[in-house]
């Protein structure tokens, strides 16, 4: 009997030989580069620089590199700590682009712990800090008013403080608000400028999964604001971004539907012949040089039941 038959077949590529499904394929590259290259290399060749969001994903990039013919097993991955860009209460702040009265060579992101920002009483002059050391606080009302806290804490505690009381930690957008805040100082004191350090991965991912080694990130030099992957161990280490090394990077798997209508004189709902069709379609797609991806095919019955060519 002949049959119309409505086909729907699903392409979906990266599947490789774990039980859950495959949402992205990691690459490495055994050609040593800067971090911005080896950015501008995986977007290139693949999607984007290698982003880990978990252990099992960890787990698969470290399971990718196995075999692969490298002599160094450090490589970049995707995660970097974007230090032009700070938090000042409800605004980005952009380094270089916004207000700010930094000291010389400020902020120095010290020991990669320095997130939090204070002002010098003496000179109005801004330097970013440990937020665990207690500081002087101001807060600021509604009107825009400084008022002035004879209270030592630290930065989180500070913001507590403020709010506690229906103001805000202390904030500054231009140098008459600068101006302002000095005349009210009694000692250096808390700013609400503030930076979440390594929280984006290039990929644009939000980080929250971190396998650092002990002691690291330690912002050696006060330059290391990118971070290398050892595939052995699976550890982090920040690092120097203008550094030669390696790099993984991702694919991420796409999902493509096509719908065709075939006439066959064969059963097509027969599950060995839809067997059987899948894999001439398969091998017929690979003598196209079309490889890596997995077929699922989808029937349904048409409704003419009259033999088409
Ligand atoms: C941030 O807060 C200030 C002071 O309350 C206000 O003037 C400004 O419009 C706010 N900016 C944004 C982007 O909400
Ligand atoms: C504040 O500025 C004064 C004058 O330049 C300087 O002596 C002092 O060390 C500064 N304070 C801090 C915490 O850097
Ligand atoms: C809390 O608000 C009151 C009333 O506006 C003000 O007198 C006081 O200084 C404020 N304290 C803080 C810590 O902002
Ligand atoms: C930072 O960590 C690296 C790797 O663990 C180490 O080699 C380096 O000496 C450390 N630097 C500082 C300043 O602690």
Redo the contacts with the bound molecule.
Sequence with gaps: MWKNILLFLSLSGLVGHHASPITKLYHFVDQKMTWTDAQRHCREHFDDMATVVNREELKQLQESMIGSDNDDDSMWIGLYDDITRWSNYNQTYIMGQHYGNWAPGEPNLGAAEEICTKINQSTGQWMDVQCSNPNQVVCINDEGDYIYVPDQMTWHKALELCKSNNTQLASVRDASENTKLVAVLESDAWLWLHRRPWSRWSDGRGASYFNW?T??P?N?GNNEHCIFLRFNTGLY?DYNCGSLLNVACQQRAKTSTFKLKISSEANLMDPEVQRQFVEQLSAKLAKEGVTGVKLHLVLKEGQDQRPQK
Excluded: F, L, P, W
Aim: aromatic letters at 16%; glycine letters at 16%; a neutral charge.
């Design positions: 080694k002691g690291e330690n050696s280490y």
